[in-house]
C-alpha cells in the first residue's frame, strides 16, 4: 500500500528544500514558528507496520494480565531503548496493582514509559498517551482491537520517533497504558503514584481509535472543558490532512467522551486535555476489529495532525500559568 501519491511526495520533498533554503536568513524564532506551523511526516510504512504487528492474532487481544499483553508490552519497551527515549525513573516498565471494577480482587498491569527531555522547560511535562490492551479472546473469537487501540499505540510511537528526533521546548512524557480496557487502570495508576510530580504536568493528549475514519473525521475532544485548548485546535483545523472537528464534550451519557478512555484519569485531577478519537464504528469491540479495515490514508493523516497538534500545544503552553 503506498500512502502518499508519488506526486504528492514530490511537492512535499520540493517545499521542504524551499524552506530550508529560506530559513537561512530567517531569525531562530521564525525557524521555531516555521517548525511548529508544519506538518510532521512520519514513517507510514512503520505506522501500518506496527499497526499490524499489534493487531495480529498473535497478540490474542492484547488483553491485561496476558501473556499476549506482556508479548506487546516488551514490543513497546524495546521500541522506546530503540528510539533512544529516556527510561522513567529507572525503568521503561511500572507495574502497578489497581482493584478491579466490582470486584474484591485487583488487577496488576505494567504502563510502558519514555522521556524526551525539553530543551527550554525540562521541568514542565506534556504527557502523550494512548492504551495498549485490548479485550482479548471471547467464545473462542479473537478480538485484535485494531483501531482500539493499536491505532493510538502504534502512532504514539511515531510520535515519540518524531519528537526524539525534533525535542519539544517541554519534556514529553510518552505513556502507553494498560488495563483501560479494565477502567482506566493504568491511567488512574499513574496519577494515583506519578512519576513526576501532577503539578507539572501541563496537560494529557491522549489517542484512541484514531484509524477507522469511516466518515473522514478526527474529533479532538475536550475543547468545552478546556478552553484554553480551542484556539490551538481551531488553528489546526485548516492545515490538517484530515478532517478535525471538536465535540464530544458535553452533556451525558455516550455522546460526551471526556472519561470514556485514559484523558479522564488526568480530567479528574484538574489536568488539560485533547482526546483524538473517531465515532464508533460497527466493529467496535467487535471480532471485526481488524487491520485489514483501517483506511491508511486517514491513519496517516491522523497520525501526523495529532503530532502536529502537540508541536502547537508545546508552544502555547510557554504562555500558560503554572498550575
Same mark, same amino acid.
Request: glycine share 10%; hydrophobic share 45%; net charge negative.
Given at each position: 500500500m503506498r500512502l502518499i501519491p508519488r506526486s504528492a511526495l514530490l511537492a512535499a520533498v520540493a517545499a521542504v528544500a524551499a524552506a530550508g533554503c529560506a530559513s537561512s536568513s530567517m531569525t531562530a524564532g521564525e525557524?521555531?514558528?516555521?517548525?511548529?506551523?508544519a506538518i510532521p511526516a512520519l514513517d507510514s510504512a512503520r505506522?501500518?507496520?506496527?499497526?499490524?504487528r499489534l493487531a495480529h492474532d498473535s497478540m490474542a487481544g492484547r488483553a491485561a494480565m496476558t501473556p499476549q499483553n506482556a508479548q506487546a508490552r516488551a514490543f513497546l519497551a524495546a521500541e522506546l531503548r530503540r528510539l533512544g527515549l529516556d527510561p522513567v525513573n529507572g525503568s521503561h516498565e511500572h507495574p502497578f496493582a489497581m482493584p478491579r471494577r466490582n470486584s474484591p480482587d485487583s488487577v496488576r498491569g505494567v504502563n510502558v514509559l519514555g522521556l524526551v527531555r525539553g530543551s527550554r522547560f525540562p521541568d514542565r511535562v506534556l504527557v502523550v498517551s494512548a492504551h495498549f490492551d485490548h479485550v482479548g479472546v471471547?467464545?473462542?473469537?479473537?478480538?485484535?482491537?485494531?483501531?482500539?487501540?493499536?491505532?493510538?499505540?502504534?502512532?504514539?510511537?511515531?510520535?515519540?520517533?518524531?519528537?526524539?528526533?525534533n525535542p519539544a521546548s517541554h519534556t514529553i512524557l510518552f505513556a502507553?497504558? $494498560?488495563?483501560? =480496557?479494565?477502567?482506566?487502570? *493504568?491511567?488512574?495508576?499513574?496519577?494515583?503514584?506519578p512519576p513526576v510530580p501532577l503539578a507539572q504536568i501541563a496537560a494529557n493528549v491522549n489517542l484512541d481509535m484514531v484509524a477507522r475514519g469511516d466518515n473522514g473525521i478526527l474529533w479532538a475532544v475536550g475543547t468545552n472543558?478546556?478552553?484554553?485548548?480551542?484556539?490551538?485546535v481551531e488553528a489546526l483545523v485548516p492545515a490538517a490532512p484530515v478532517?478535525?472537528?471538536?465535540?464530544?464534550?458535553?452533556?451525558t451519557g455516550r455522546d460526551n467522551w471526556t472519561s470514556q478512555s485514559d484523558q479522564g484519569a488526568f480530567h479528574a485531577q484538574g489536568i488539560p486535555f485533547v482526546y483524538f478519537g473517531v465515532e464508533d464504528h460497527p466493529d467496535y469491540h467487535?471480532?471485526? $476489529?481488524?487491520? =485489514?479495515?483501517?483506511?491508511? *490514508?486517514?491513519?496517516?493523516g491522523a497520525a501526523r495532525t495529532i503530532a502536529a497538534f502537540v508541536a502547537r500545544l508545546d508552544a502555547a503552553v510557554a504562555d500558560w500559568p503554572m498550575r
Open positions: 525557524r521555531q514558528a516555521l517548525r511548529v506551523a505506522l501500518m507496520a506496527d499497526l499490524f471471547r467464545n473462542g473469537n479473537i478480538y485484535n482491537g485494531a483501531d482500539d487501540n493499536a491505532s493510538g499505540t502504534a502512532a504514539l510511537l511515531q510520535l515519540a520517533a518524531h519528537f526524539r528526533a502507553f497504558f $494498560d488495563a483501560e =480496557e479494565m477502567g482506566l487502570l *493504568g491511567a488512574r495508576a499513574f496519577v494515583a503514584a472543558p478546556w478552553p484554553q485548548m480551542k484556539p490551538i478532517t478535525l472537528r471538536m465535540g464530544f464534550d458535553t452533556g467487535q471480532p471485526g $476489529d481488524d487491520p =485489514e479495515k483501517v483506511n491508511g *490514508g486517514f491513519y496517516y
